[in-house]
């Protein structure tokens, strides 16, 4: 436990010697890559391509390209996908809905209904809408809040570590 606190802190901390103040698209991007590795996946998930679409423009998809060539998920490949569709979603692992496309929450949840998928939001309220994980910015920090009951229905379970780090909304 001690070890995962260390490492996303000296991640940080790194991005922050590296670059000066990271960007937000930064900052939530190593997030997302971080909770990949701090969800149980389901065996069916923990073969072939790590799957993440970004829904909508933004700087995040960049971001997470720059991780999907450095780094895995396990023995998994990183492949992450933009999309302005939701329709488009396939079986996934995390789908991003940015802040403007949040309206179209409903729709990736219906699209990934029978999947486990992580749905991981940038706007408030939707973690009451199907978002497991929705950030949020509390006095000019990036922070997350967490749904365990959308969680559950996924099949995904938090590592005890991702949990202290979120505010549980349920």
Known sequence: MK?????LVVSVAFMQFMYGQPSLALLQATYI???ASQVEWPESYRSGDFII???GDSD???ELSKIA????????KIVVRKTSDANSIEKSHIVFIT???SAGISKVAE?????STLIVGENKGLCSQGAGINFQLVNDKLGFEMSNKNLKKKGLTPT??????ATIVD
């Open 111 to 115: 699209k990934t209904l029978n999947y």
């Open 99 to 101: 802040k403007a496309e």
């Open 60 to 62: 995040v998809y960049q």
């Open 69 to 76: 060539q450095a780094k895995t998920v396990g023995t998994q």
């Open 53 to 55: 679409y970004v829904l």
């Open 160 to 165: 005890s570590f991702l949990a202290k780090l």
């Open 33 to 35: 890559y971080n909770f």
């Open 3 to 7: 070890k995962k606190t260390l490492l």
